[in-house]
C-alpha cells in the first residue's frame, strides 16, 4: 500500500515555471525503488500521460506536448517525484496527478497507486 500526495501547483502567467512534488509514504523502505509518473486532466479533457521514470532513473518519457519544456526527477531520500515545468503555456492548465506502479516504467495509464491531484493554473 503506497499514499501519493501532490503539492506545488498555483496561479502562474504564461512563459513562467513551477516544480510539482509528489511525496510518497506507507511503505517508505521500498516505494522509491517504483516506477513513477505524472498525468494530467483538462476541464472537459480526457487524463493523459505527461512524463514517467524508471526505478533507477535512467529511463524517462515525456508527451510530445511538453518535451523539452518540462523535467521529470526523483529524490529517492525524501521518497519525493518532481516535475519541473518551465515556458508554461495556457493549455498547460490542468489538474495534475502523480502515479506509482510495481514493475517496469509505462506511459500507459497502468499505474497501481495514484495521488489526489494539484491544480496548475496558466493565465494567459
Known amino acids: 500500500q503506497v499514499q501519493l500526495v501532490e503539492s506545488g501547483g498555483g496561479l502562474v502567467q504564461a512563459g513562467g515555471s513551477l516544480r510539482l512534488s509528489c511525496a510518497a509514504s506507507g511503505r517508505t523502505f521500498s516505494n522509491y525503488a517504483m516506477a513513477m509518473g505524472w498525468f494530467r486532466q483538462a476541464p472537459g479533457k480526457e487524463r493523459e500521460f505527461v512524463s514517467a521514470i524508471s526505478r533507477s532513473g535512467g529511463t524517462t518519457y515525456y508527451a510530445d506536448s511538453v518535451k523539452g519544456r518540462f523535467t521529470i526527477s526523483t529524490d529517492n531520500a525524501k521518497n519525493t517525484l518532481y516535475l519541473q515545468m518551465n515556458s508554461l503555456k495556457p493549455e498547460d492548465t490542468a489538474v495534475y496527478y502523480c502515479?506509482?506502479?510495481?514493475?517496469?516504467?509505462?506511459?500507459?495509464?497502468?499505474?497501481?497507486?495514484w495521488g489526489q491531484g494539484t491544480q496548475v493554473t496558466v493565465s494567459s
Open positions: 502515479a506509482a506502479r510495481w514493475g517496469v516504467v509505462t506511459t500507459s495509464q497502468d499505474y497501481h497507486y
